[in-house]
């Protein structure tokens, strides 16, 4: 069974505080590692998505990749309300037609 | 631009009854297409991808069943739905041969009571 683990949270920050959420997988044969977030009642929608061992910024999000610890995370910089949501950790299934393989989610709650 | 369209958006079904659900996706050709389930408190369930018109495979063996008549069309049915089948169905696309993630639709949520 392929696992992708993330802590369920809910995960508290203040406001313009960086939140940082984590995931570990198991397939060693993932290659694609890819953030979603989906607000309550609404569709996934990508954040990010990240390939090679490193860092990966993209404005206030940076996703941090190590494929030795099978690990991937999500930075969030100056972390606002509207970021107050539930953040999807997803990588490639091997041999799936690229069909990805999801956590179950952190939910992240952004105070005022 | 490329819009994925998925209806209906909420359903109260009884046990028993049939399902189906439907998938378009526009101003695309040859995408892969996939069935996903969120049941309360649990995380997305793969049910069904596919990479043509025909090809259909399963993750989950269950009474669901998925079809793809068209090359932009993913439909997913059932003949007879258990309350275990209630939850929120995604339909989702990606380019083919690409590994750039993919896009949702709205989603439909399907009680069944």
């Known amino acids: 069974q392929k696992e992708v683990e993330q802590n369920s949270g809910p995960l508290s920050v203040p406001e313009g505080a960086i939140a940082s959420l984590n995931c570990t997988y198991s397939?060693?044969?993932?290659?694609?590692f890819f953030w979603y977030r989906q607000y309550s009642g609404k569709s996934p929608e990508l954040i990010m998505f990240?390939?090679?061992?490193g860092d990966k910024e993209d404005g206030r999000f940076t996703a941090q990749l190590n494929k030795a610890s099978q690990y991937v995370s999500l930075l969030i910089r100056d972390s606002q309300p509207s970021d107050s949501a539930t953040y999807l950790c997803?990588?490639?299934?091997?041999?799936?037609?690229?069909?990805?393989?999801f956590g179950k989610g952190t939910s992240l709650l952004v105070t005022p | 631009s490329q819009t994925i369209h998925q209806w209906p958006a909420t359903l109260v079904q009884p046990v028993g009854s049939p399902l189906s659900l439907e998938c378009t996706v526009e101003?695309?050709?040859?995408?892969?297409l996939y069935w996903y389930r969120q049941a309360a408190g649990r995380g997305l369930q793969l049910l069904f991808y596919?990479?043509?018109?025909?090809?259909i495979s399963s993750e989950v063996p269950q009474n669901l069943s998925a079809s793809r008549p068209q090359d932009r069309q993913f439909i997913l049915s059932s003949k007879k739905l258990l309350l275990s089948d209630s939850g929120f169905y995604l339909c989702?696309?990606?380019?083919?041969?690409?590994?750039?993630?993919?896009?949702f639709g709205s989603g439909t949520r399907l009680t069944v009571v």
């Open positions: 596919s990479v043509g018109i025909g090809q």
């Open positions: 990240i390939y090679s061992n």
């Open positions: 397939d060693r044969g993932s290659q694609s």
């Open positions: 997803a990588v490639t299934l091997s041999n799936s037609g690229y069909a990805l393989n």
């Open positions: 101003g695309t050709s040859n995408p892969n």
């Open positions: 989702a696309w990606s380019p083919r041969q690409s590994n750039y993630g993919y896009t």
